[in-house]
Each structure stands twice: as structure tokens, then as C-alpha cells.
């Protein structure tokens, strides 16, 4: 059976400057914060929720999706929308090992069809538009 898949992007903040230090680091500083979260079921439109707007942005029935294994989650470099979120969410080593396996990257996968990692080159390589 195949599962249903979910494209994720976020938009964060830290005062850390993730080219220097690293996602690692970046999403460990104490004002590390996720800011808006876009995702879109299957092909279906896109939808962007602003945490900053949320009274209780961490609350898991805001996207009761996101921890289901049920759903795929996709995202261009992956490890950056998993690790991040492990951060802010706060999950433990063993949830996050888990979580893990919920999670495809479209930058691999580009590169494995030889294709570019940067999503901007691979958007003209497809002939996609900018937007």
C-alpha cells in the first residue's frame, strides 16, 4: 500500500548563523525557533501555517500528520526540515531515530538522477518556474 506523501518546508530563526556553525548547532541555540511551516497532501494545494501566530505553537493537533507514520514526509534536504524539527519539538535520540524513517529527501533524489542539489538549479534544469 502506499502512503500518502507530504511536502514540508519551514522558515526559521537563530541568531546563529547557520553557514558558519551548521544546522547542528543553528537549530541547538535557545532562540532557535520554527517560524512558519508549508506543507502540501499529495499534489493538493500548499498551506502555511504562521507559528509565531499560534498561542501554543508545539501543540501535535496543529498537524496531526507531521508524527503519523501513516504519512511520508518529503522535504529538499530532508535532514534540515527532520533535524530542526527534532530540536523544537525536543524528541529524544530513539523518537527522532524513528521519526527518521517517516522522511524522504528530494535533494538525494535529484542527485541520484544526476540532476542538481540546489533547488534553484534544479528547478531550471526541470524547466520549472521560479515560483
Request: glycine letters at 4%.
Amino acid at each position: 500500500m502506499t502512503r500518502p506523501v507530504i511536502v514540508v518546508d519551514i522558515e526559521t530563526y537563530s541568531e546563529q548563523d547557520i553557514g558558519k556553525v551548521g544546522a547542528f548547532r543553528y537549530a541547538q541555540d535557545p532562540g532557535f525557533e520554527v517560524l512558519l511551516i508549508a506543507y502540501a497532501l499529495d499534489d493538493n494545494h500548499p498551506t502555511c501555517i504562521d507559528l509565531t501566530l499560534e498561542p501554543d505553537p508545539r501543540r501535535r493537533d496543529l498537524m496531526p500528520w507531521l508524527f503519523d507514520p501513516a504519512y511520508i514526509k518529503r522535504a529538499h534536504n530532508a535532514a534540515f526540515e527532520w533535524w530542526c524539527l527534532s530540536e523544537w519539538y525536543g524528541l529524544s535520540w530513539a523518537d527522532r531515530c524513528a521519526w527518521l524513517e517517516q522522511w524522504e529527501c528530494s535533494m538525494v533524489h535529484a542527485l541520484y538522477c544526476g540532476l542538481p542539489a540546489q533547488l534553484a538549479a534544479l528547478g531550471k534544469a526541470l524547466q520549472q518556474p521560479e515560483d
